[in-house]
C-alpha cells in the first residue's frame, strides 16, 4: 500500500505565510501528477494546485500568484508554499498523488489521497 503523511497546517494571521508538505511511502513505483487539495466547512471540495512528474504546475485562479507547489522526486515529496494568505483560504488541505505500483511487472495507477492538515487564517 501507499501512505500520505502530511505536515505543516496551523493557524496564521491573515497575509501571513505558511508551508505545507507531503511525504509518501510504501510500494512505490513510479508517481506520476501530485497535488493539494482543499475544503473549507460547507463547501465542496476545491482542487488547489497540481504538478507533473517533469515539473508543470498549474493553479486555481484564486491562488494564482500567492501559492506555489513544489516536488522532489527523489524524496517522494510534495509541497505547497502558501504566501499573502487571506481567510478565505481556510480549509483542510489535502494532498494527493497518482501513483504507479509495479505488481509482478505489471504497472497499475491509483490516486491516493493524505489525511488531511487544517489551515485558519485569523486574526
Known amino acids: 500500500q501507499v501512505q500520505l503523511v502530511e505536515s505543516g497546517g496551523g493557524l496564521v494571521q491573515p497575509g501571513g505565510s505558511l508551508g505545507l508538505s507531503c511525504a509518501l511511502s510504501?510500494?512505490?513505483?513510479?508517481?506520476?501528477?501530485m497535488g493539494w487539495s482543499r475544503q473549507a466547512p460547507g463547501k465542496q471540495r476545491e482542487l488547489v494546485a497540481t504538478?507533473?512528474?517533469?515539473?508543470?504546475?498549474n493553479y486555481a485562479d484564486s491562488v494564482k500568484g500567492r501559492f506555489t507547489i513544489s516536488r522532489d522526486n527523489a524524496e517522494n515529496t510534495v509541497y505547497l508554499q502558501m504566501n499573502s494568505l487571506k481567510p478565505e483560504d481556510t480549509a483542510v488541505y489535502y494532498c494527493?498523488?497518482?501513483?504507479?505500483?509495479?505488481?509482478?511487472?505489471?504497472?497499475?495507477?491509483?490516486?491516493?489521497w493524505g489525511q488531511g492538515t487544517q489551515v485558519t487564517v485569523s486574526s
Open positions: 494527493h498523488a497518482t501513483v504507479i505500483r509495479d505488481t509482478s511487472g505489471r504497472h497499475y495507477a491509483s490516486d491516493y
Open positions: 504538478i507533473t512528474s517533469g515539473g508543470s504546475s
Open positions: 510504501g510500494s512505490i513505483f513510479s508517481i506520476n501528477a
